[in-house]
C-alpha cells in the first residue's frame, strides 16, 4: 500500500464523517438524513471492502443491516408519531389524515417563514399535525374542545416523533463511528 492508497483513503474517511454528521442534521430539518447517511456509509463500505485484506471489510454487512433497520424505524417513529398522539388524546381517522400532511405541510413552512435553523421545522412540524388534526375532527363533526384535545395531542406526538428520529439519526452516526474506530 502505497502514500496515494492512504490518502485517498484518509480523505474518503474523512469525507463519510462530514457528510454523516451532515446527515443528522439534516434528520433535524425533516429531510431524509437517515437514508443519506446510511446510503454513504454503503457506498464507503464498498469503496474500501477489502482495504485490511481479503474478506475483512472497514464496514461489514452487520452494520449496514443495523443501519437499515434504524432507517426504517427512524422513518415509522416520525411518520406515525403525530397520527398516534392525535388518537391517544381522542381524534377522528380524518383528523391522524389531516395530522400526518399537514405536519409535513407545516415542516416545510415553518422551515421558510421561521427561518432558524431546525427550531423552525420542528415547530412548523408540530404546529401542522396540530392543526391538521384539530381540522380533521371539526370536519368529522367534533366539538371544538376535543378537537382541541386531539390537536395538541398531534403536535406534541410530531415534535416527540422528530425528536426520536433525530436520536435515531445520532445512534446511526454513533454505529458507524464505532464501527470505524473498532474494526
Not at 447517511?37 to 463500505?45: E, G, V
Not at 474478506?55 to 433497520?69: K, M, R
Not at 381522542?90 to 415553518?110: F, H, Q
Request: avoid cysteine.
Amino acid at each position: 500500500m502505497d502514500w496515494l492508497e492512504i490518502t485517498l483513503f484518509i480523505l474518503a474517511l474523512l469525507g463519510l464523517l462530514l457528510v454523516n454528521t451532515a446527515a443528522v442534521f439534516m434528520v433535524a430539518l425533516q429531510l431524509p438524513g437517515t437514508w443519506t447517511l446510511a446510503a454513504a456509509t454503503a457506498l464507503f463500505a464498498w469503496a474500501y471492502w477489502d482495504f485490511h485484506g481479503p474478506g475483512e471489510p472497514i464496514i461489514g454487512f452487520w452494520t449496514l443491516g443495523a443501519l437499515l433497520v434504524l432507517g426504517v424505524l427512524g422513518e415509522v417513529v416520525e411518520g406515525a408519531a403525530g397520527a398516534v398522539g392525535a388518537k391517544g388524546a381522542g381524534g377522528t381517522k380524518r383528523g391522524m389524515a389531516l395530522a400526518i400532511v399537514l405536519g409535513i405541510l407545516g415542516a416545510i413552512l415553518g422551515t421558510i417563514f421561521l427561518p432558524i435553523p431546525i427550531v423552525g421545522t420542528l415547530v412548523g412540524a408540530a404546529v401542522g399535525s396540530g392543526s391538521g388534526s384539530m381540522l380533521g375532527d371539526l370536519w368529522a363533526g367534533r366539538e371544538w374542545q376535543p378537537a382541541l384535545r386531539s390537536g395538541r395531542g398531534a403536535a406534541i406526538g410530531r415534535f416527540a416523533g422528530s425528536v426520536g428520529k433525530l436520536a435515531i439519526g445520532g445512534m446511526m452516526w454513533l454505529i458507524v463511528v464505532v464501527a470505524l474506530l473498532w474494526p
